[in-house]
């Protein structure tokens, strides 16, 4: 089977830096994903790692070491509006279907 | 180019009914993937549909869910005799290839409530 296993909440100042964390078990692995989703609405694609290293998108990085089924995902200089529910995600090779971890949720605090 | 759309929004029903959610996916894209989100957790896998074929349908219930994607239309997720535990959002998401290497865009969700 596959689990991926992140932290339940996680708390910081605007400004800040936060990094969150994901572990994985997968029968087969084909990239890290990790999504955005805030309070009622719908999952928005933040990132994704196939190969290992450190992927950048503005103020979002995004980490993976295969050899430690480990990744992260790190948020820089947060606003308010960074405060949302973060998923990672592994893909299906064959049919792309993705498989959750149980989401972070990031508070922002002023 | 609009983007995945779902319908209705918000459904409540009573227990025992039935419920028809909707989803267009984006223009160009043929694969259409159900996901259910109970309150306070994570995305869960439900089908995967092309045009006219169920793919891959490993997390549905074995009864009273079923799934289409009709030639011409929206796919369809039907659960039928409702019960309070069907409660939750159903997203869909559509990609324009299968596999690990395309990104999924989702929908704005139906947030199903039933009483």
């Known amino acids: 089977g596959q689990s991926l296993e992140q932290p339940s909440e996680v708390t910081a100042v605007e400004g800040a830096i936060v990094q969150i964390n994901c572990t994985y078990q997968t029968s087969g692995f084909y990239g890290l994903s990790w999504y955005q989703q805030h309070d009622g609405g719908a999952p928005t694609f933040l990132s994704y790692?196939?190969?290992?290293g450190l992927e950048e998108t503005g103020r979002f990085s995004s980490f993976l070491s295969r050899s430690d089924s480990y990744g992260y995902l790190l948020l820089q200089e947060l606003q308010m509006k960074d405060s949302a529910s973060y998923f990672c995600?592994?893909?299906?090779?064959?049919?792309?279907?993705?498989?959750f971890g149980q989401g972070t949720t990031l508070q922002v605090k002023p | 180019n609009a983007g995945v759309m779902q319908n209705p929004r918000h459904l409540v029903r009573r227990r025992g009914q039935e419920a028809r959610l909707r989803c267009s996916p984006m223009?160009?894209?043929?694969?259409v993937y159900w996901y259910r989100q109970l309150p306070e957790e994570g995305l869960k896998f439900m089908v995967y549909l092309q045009k006219e074929n169920i793919i891959d349908e490993s997390g549905m219930p074995k009864e009273r869910f079923s799934a289409e994607f009709p030639k011409e239309g929206p796919s369809i997720l039907r659960i039928q005799q409702v019960v309070r535990g069907d409660s939750a959002a159903y997203f869909c998401?559509?990609?324009?290839?299968?596999?690990?290497?395309?990104?999924?865009?989702f929908g704005p969700g139906t947030r199903l409530t039933v009483l």
């Open positions: 998401a559509s990609s324009p290839k299968a596999g690990s290497a395309y990104e999924q865009f």
């Open positions: 995600a592994v893909r299906d090779s064959n049919t792309g279907k993705l498989i």
């Open positions: 790692n196939a190969l290992d």
């Open positions: 223009k160009g894209h043929s694969h």
